[in-house]
């Protein structure tokens, strides 16, 4: 008997917590799942599994297997998938995650192109501005915005976005425009609670920190709403550089306090940490790569943060590398 067959029966009996219930996930018998769970004991020669009339629990034994075992099976079909993979092409479910904004602008269009190349694969993209769980959501990739530490994501860095301070014309024309970062506690701010510190807007200058403390009417969630309420002139806002698409070039907004270093943030491309990055996972980075070249390093360097990106290793070796 298949040695992978019955640790799948044993793992999805496990988190399931009924035979039935694993039989319909494997799409078999609950008398063959069961057969499984009973074979894998006997080549073990432990006790797995705790059965009841009502429900089945682990032994300490099914507590350990259950640990590794689901990280092995996945890592084997990686491995499978790849092989299948390299001869075929690409298929299946790419699963990704991205904040709302930056989804939005900038990943959804390199998902699209991914998919117009390889036919036969489907693409499950979800725009969260809440971090999401990549093991309990089944997700191969998420990209994300700012600082992130937790121990079992692996992160491909991708480069920098920086804040930048704007209003419409028509607000300064009415308020005046302030000449410090102090000042703007005195001017209508527009809130974006995805920032660390909403109201706490910090720049830099000749190595000092300056912190303003802001208030405002409009506390909004999105970045795009925020830019959204600065160029209808309700506000000054302070929102990621890729947010403002074309609103500077075009004159609905104007930067502000230029002569200051406004705050900056990693742009990350994350996958569980102890999981091989699938092929299709490499190569939508590959095109992520490009597209960041394209379009996001002109539309720093508009804001006078040169080099952001430039001085991290190259992203196709550290793509490569995965």
């Keep these: 008997m298949d040695l992978l067959d019955q640790v799948r029966a044993f793992v999805a009996t496990a988190q399931t917590g009924s035979f039935t219930s694993a039989a319909d996930q494997l799409g078999v018998s609950n ?68 904040p709302i904004t930056f989804g939005e602008i900038y990943v959804v269009g390199v998902l699209a192109r991914f998919a117009a190349q390889h036919p036969a694969i489907s693409i499950d993209l979800r725009l969260n501005d809440r971090y999401l769980d990549l093991a ?41 425009a302030p000449s410090t970062p102090t000042e703007l506690s005195n001017h209508a701010c527009i809130v974006d609670t995805n920032r660390r510190n909403p109201r706490r807007w910090v720049l830099r200058k000749d190595g000092s920190e300056i912190v303003a403390n802001v208030t405002g ?11 959204e309420l600065a160029t209808n002139g309700l506000g000054i806002a302070y929102v990621p550089n890729f947010a403002l698409r074309e609103a500077v070039k075009e004159g609905d907004l104007v930067t502000l306090l230029e002569k200051y270093q406004s705050e900056s943030s990693p742009i990350g491309a994350v996958y569980l940490e102890g999981r091989t990055l699938p092929r299709k996972c490499r190569v939508a980075l590959k095109i992520e790569t490009r597209r960041f070249r394209r379009r996001v390093l002109p539309l720093i ?15 196709r070796d550290v793509i490569d590398r995965g």
Excluded: I, M, W
């Design 31 to 98: 008398r063959l799942t069961s057969k499984y769970v009973a074979e894998l004991e006997a080549r073990l020669g432990v006790r797995l599994l705790q059965r009841t009339t009502r429900k089945v629990g682990l032994t300490p034994a099914g507590e350990d297997l259950l640990a590794r075992a689901p990280a092995l099976l996945d890592e084997f079909d990686t491995v499978l998938n790849e092989v299948s993979e390299s001869s075929k092409g690409l298929s299946g479910t790419l699963r990704v995650s991205a």
């Design 136 to 176: 309990a959501e089944g997700l191969d990739l998420t990209f994300r915005l700012g600082h992130f530490d937790q121990a079992s994501l692996k992160v491909r860095r991708l480069g920098e976005f920086r804040s930048v301070l704007v209003a419409s014309p028509d607000y300064l024309a009415r308020h005046g």
């Design 217 to 227: 009417r409009f506390q909004v969630n999105s970045a795009s709403a925020a830019v």
């Design 301 to 315: 360097a508009r804001f006078g943060c040169h080099g952001a990106f430039a001085s991290r290793v190259p992203l």
